[in-house]
């Protein structure tokens, strides 16, 4: 069972929310989560570029923002595969090259038993990936972690960044190539991923300073504008995102 505090943060992740609190009413936080555990600003952009907003109000309050990630990654410590499970999920494509590249995952992964959703083909080149999680793999299944799950269709089974993964390459059906982007252009590749070891951060007593996730807000209300954001406040946020990832892997 998950603490009140778990059951929050992983809510919040999959946008479960509700009221006007500008930082809790989120329901795509999951893109500001995510996009800070890549390197560079290169993922902001293609969000952007698809119309996805990078809300700025994520970035106002650090402590607020490592406390979601210290929860989510709490989840995962007590939470694991019952039995050997097969999901899948559709990927951009120039994020899954980051994560075939690193052999691990880079950010939070979303996959689901229901096949490949059609709710995530909204993205320009995209890979199919299978995923195989072995039994006692630390994942969410959220059908059996949370006590009502608001968004049971899409079946989500969810993986958290620094799994060990590993590729095979497979050859494209007939009916996954009518599997279009955004662009209506037909998968990459496709790809059977198997989960392996996972580190999970505690980010006990962490803390970040401020300056650079102000940047980061000037950077993500230029980019949702469609402008090109200050070179300053794009050097800074990349610095404070290192920050960051170094926090996550110490």
């Keep these: ?23 809790w009413s989120q329901p795509k936080a999951y893109l500001v989560l995510n996009s800070l555990l890549y390197p560079g600003i290169s993922t902001e952009k293609a969000r952007a570029a698809e119309g996805k907003l990078l809300d700025p109000e994520l970035l106002s309050d650090t402590e607020r923002l490592l406390g ?18 097969i999901t899948y999920r559709v990927e ?19 996959t689901s038993t229901a096949g490949f959703l059609k ?41 958290p960044p620094f799994m060990e993964l590993s590729y095979k390459e497979l050859p494209l059906t007939e009916e996954e190539l009518q599997i279009c982007d955004c662009n209506g252009q ?24 401020q300056e650079g996730a102000d940047a980061g807000k000037r950077l993500y209300t230029a980019l949702s504008s469609g402008s090109s954001p200050s070179p300053a ?18």
């Design 68 to 85: 979601v990630y210290r929860e989510l990654f709490s989840a995962f410590r007590e939470s694991s595969a019952e039995k050997e499970l």
């Design 119 to 159: 709710d995530y083909r909204d993205r320009a080149g995209i890979a199919l990936l299978r995923f195989v999680i072995p039994e006692g793999t630390p994942c969410l299944d959220m059908a059996r972690v949370l006590p009502e799950y608001a968004k049971s269709q899409e079946a989500e089974v969810l993986l």
């Design 186 to 209: 037909p998968p990459k590749g496709s790809f059977e991923v198997r989960c392996g070891a996972a580190r999970l951060p505690e980010l006990a007593g962490k803390s970040l300073p």
């Design 92 to 110: 951009r494509w120039s994020d899954h090259l980051i994560s075939r590249s690193a052999g691990r995952t880079t950010s939070f992964t979303s």
């Design 1 to 23: 069972m998950l603490t009140n505090d778990q059951l929050s943060a992983v809510r919040y992740y999959i946008g479960d929310v509700s009221g006007s609190d500008p930082f």
């Design 233 to 250: 406040d794009a050097s800074a946020y990349i610095r404070w995102k290192e920050q960051f990832q170094r926090i996550l892997t110490e």
